[in-house]
């Protein structure tokens, strides 16, 4: 830890935020684009005065979803349990971000999640999974009595389709891309839900008996 006229941090904090002091207010230049972005990613924003002040760095989600470390979890446990098709779609939804290319990280983090459930389900009953014909399937046998790892009480699967999971996908699955900012902060929610709902599913198959 850093002693800094701002408080305690990081040396890696200490950094990012001598760097946000070199942005300019709706720069087009490549490097302040994904400097900002990865800000993003890691749910954080860069707000400037109207007066000319200088740039503040200022968190723009609660601090319990604390996405760096989140981001790392999720990794990590992709990793432990040899989950390699979707770390690698992970991956990609990660570079399309980082590139600008909005509907590509939309639609590796819809394929990131589907065989994230997948890998679940061949893990908890690997027989019966291999017996299922689609993801979907898949999804369903992880609520099943005998399986339990998805939960009908918290509304996580329900038979009637109107649960988190579903809703999830769905919103998932919409298509089309347009310029302009609000297709960036969409990208980016989708992101930040997305890598926040595999590590609360990814803790649960790591802590399952």
Excluded at 163 to 169: A, D, E, R, W
Aim: some cysteine; proline content about 5%; charged content about 25%.
């Amino acid at each position: 830890m850093l002693d800094t006229l701002e408080g305690g941090m990081t040396l890696g904090e200490a950094v990012v935020r001598e760097a946000t002091q070199l942005l300019s207010k709706n720069s087009e230049e490549p490097r302040d684009v994904a400097l900002n972005r990865g800000l993003a990613r890691d749910g954080y924003a860069v707000t400037f005065n109207d007066h000319g002040g200088a740039p503040t760095l200022r968190a723009a989600l609660p601090e319990e979803v604390d996405l760096p470390n989140t981001d790392d979890e999720v990794h990590l446990l992709l990793k432990s349990f040899q989950f390699t098709t979707p770390l690698g779609h992970l991956g990609q939804a990660i570079e399309a971000h980082t590139r600008g290319d909005w509907a590509a990280c939309n639609s590796q983090l819809r394929t990131f999640l589907e065989s994230l459930f997948d890998d679940i389900a061949r893990r908890v009953n690997p027989q019966e999974a291999a017996q299922r014909p689609s993801s979907e399937n898949r999804r369903a046998l992880l609520a099943d009595p005998g399986v339990g790892f998805l939960a009908v009480d918290r509304n996580e699967w329900t038979a009637d389709g109107k649960n988190y999971i579903n809703g999830l996908f769905k919103m998932l699955h919409t298509n089309g891309s347009h310029p302009g900012l609000s297709d960036e902060d969409h990208s980016t929610f989708r992101l930040h839900i997305v890598l926040v709902t595999a590590r609360t599913f990814l803790r649960r198959l790591h802590n399952r008996p």
